[in-house]
């Protein structure tokens, strides 16, 4: 299943929509999970064959427990922003690859080591898990965007991931961290591609590194919510 987070932007999410039909080279279940009461993007869900379902979470941490709440016996789950715009087929393998079966793999990650906000997210990984900050082990999750097989996704559940949410843009920050941990202490943990110092900055639509699962996408960067 491709869990699309989304938010009043129709525009936004047929451009999401259209390129993974197009670049996919399998016929994915994507739900679209709209973090709104709003219907407004609901006819191009319907368009491309996605489903639509709204939910009170908020964020893509909030559309990936909704959605695995209520799917959760997938094989696997992609959790993508629909601010992505694929580019190029093999996206499937660039990603599923590294897990083995059995981790997270982030589309892109920093190391928290590297972090350029120290400690971001690192109280409240205390208070919700009781648990030491892996700063020197684990990895941040860039757009809090990854993948995961079921089996990891239901080591995530034990571990207490529905606990985790983001109530707003700020609370994002830290839950791209959150996940890195998390993923660390629960099934382990993979990436496409690794962020340096200078690989923060993108350009107007794409990531400035060329390399993993950044070759296969455009990131629109937006401003909302």
Avoid at 52 to 73: M, R, S, V
Avoid at 114 to 120: A, L, R, V
Avoid at 195 to 212: H, I, P, S
């Amino acid at each position: 299943m491709i869990i699309v987070c989304t938010h009043e932007s129709p525009d936004i999410l047929e451009q999401c929509l259209s390129s993974v039909r197009k670049y996919s080279t399998e016929n994915h279940k994507i739900l679209c999970v709209e973090t709104s009461p709003s219907q407004v993007s609901k006819p191009i869900a319907d368009k491309y064959d996605a489903l639509f379902e709204n939910t009170d979470l908020k964020y893509e941490i909030g559309a990936f427990n909704y959605a695995t709440n209520a799917y959760p016996d997938e094989d696997e789950y992609f959790m993508f922003q629909d601010s992505i715009e694929i580019v190029a087929e093999d996206w499937e393998h660039i990603l599923r690859g590294p897990s083995e079966g059995k981790k997270m793999v982030a589309q892109s990650a920093y190391r928290l080591m590297d972090d350029p906000c120290p400690g971001c997210g690192e109280d409240v990984f205390y208070d919700l898990f009781g648990k030491s900050w892996p700063l020197h082990q684990a990895y941040g999750i860039n757009n809090n965007s990854f993948y995961v097989p079921n089996v990891a996704m239901r080591k995530l559940k034990e571990f207490g991931i529905d606990k985790l949410k983001a109530e707003c843009k700020n609370d994002t920050y830290g839950t791209e961290r959150i996940l890195g941990a998390m993923a660390y202490y629960a099934c382990g943990f993979d990436h496409s591609a690794t962020l340096l110092g200078e690989d923060w900055v993108w350009d107007a639509t794409q990531y400035r590194r060329n390399t993993g699962f950044t070759k296969y996408i455009y990131k629109h960067t937006l401003s909302r919510q």
